[in-house]
């Protein structure tokens, strides 16, 4: 279980760093550069939600 949160960790870190920088300049910027912070938040949650769903998969035995 530590190793498939370990591999996860560093997209999930990218994710939140790329987040912060979308929401640093003015609105109208973010719409045109990049994506909004409640798409890299929807993202993240499915990151995760995908993670523990295979890691609880792998655990119970196929």
């Excluded at 591999?7 to 640093?24: G, K, R, S």
């Amino acid at each position: 279980m530590y190793k498939r949160m370990m591999a996860i960790l560093p997209p999930l870190v990218w994710i939140v760093a790329h987040a912060q920088e979308a929401t640093q300049p003015a609105p109208e910027t973010t719409e045109k550069g990049g994506l909004a912070w409640w798409v890299w938040l929807i993202i993240a949650v499915v990151v995760v939600a995908i993670a523990v769903y295979f890691s609880r998969r792998g655990r119970g035995g196929k």
